[in-house]
């Protein structure tokens, strides 16, 4: 069986608290894009996992897509499998691309198996995986509250917009990125800055790590700059970093050029 993982952006990104467990309270709204990765499941003699595409650091037993596999294994038995992943979505970005890449070896599994798991309960094993697993089970546009895992319907159009999203080799850690982020409650609350022209939201819609991450990397600022001149609606850095996105009312720009180093994804919302 194959599927296509994809990325998601922060539309906005508020940290609004930092909570006993250690965790971050949190606003933001996760938004589904297609830069995608290919994962297939296939039955096999032994359990195999193998990579191919952009190099994922670290031990591949670490990986989690192998994890959600041994996740349901432990409830279900499953007979083994050999999992490949050709990775495309970029590392380190923001995009949750590793969080998805598990969050569909769960729905593959599910189907592969005929599991026949809600969408309910295969958000609660994602949730073991990552606070924001679980969002990929349904894939559709959120309010994100709380560590990122629980999950409020939000009426959001974004019809007519196109999007591109820009990588530029930047790896920043989710601890990196945390270390220096002072948590405040937020003065209006991002629901009700969602629901305003998209044009009014370079004024109002902030991801708090920005302010945090840009002095020491002032390319990011320059390349959310440089969207901006190039006639964006909107830009911003999703997550934690460091892909910058950028929303044009209509098509992106022919002649939005970067420079080869820098990874790009380009497409319709």
Partial sequence: MLDFPNAKLNLGLLVTAK???GFHNLESCFYPVQWCDALE??????????MSGLPVPGNPDSNLCLKAYKLLQQDFKLPPVHLH???VIPMGAGLGGGSADA???LKL???LFELNLSEDTLEE??????????????????LAVEKGDVFKPIDLNLKGYSCVVVYPGIHITTAEAYGNITPKAPEVGLEELL???VKTWRHTLKNDFEEALFPKYPALATLKENLYEAGAAYAAMTGSGSAVYGLFKGEVPANLIFPDNHLVWKGLL
């Fill in 19 to 21: 909570r006993p467990d």
């Fill in 41 to 50: 499941v296939l039955p096999a003699p032994e359990e195999q996992f193998t």
């Fill in 85 to 87: 992943l050709h990775k």
């Fill in 103 to 105: 969050a569909f070896t």
């Fill in 109 to 111: 599994l599910n189907t």
């Fill in 125 to 142: 094993y994602a949730r073991k995986l990552g606070s924001d697993c679980a969002f990929f089970i349904r894939n559709k546009p959120v």
């Fill in 195 to 197: 629901q305003q022209d």
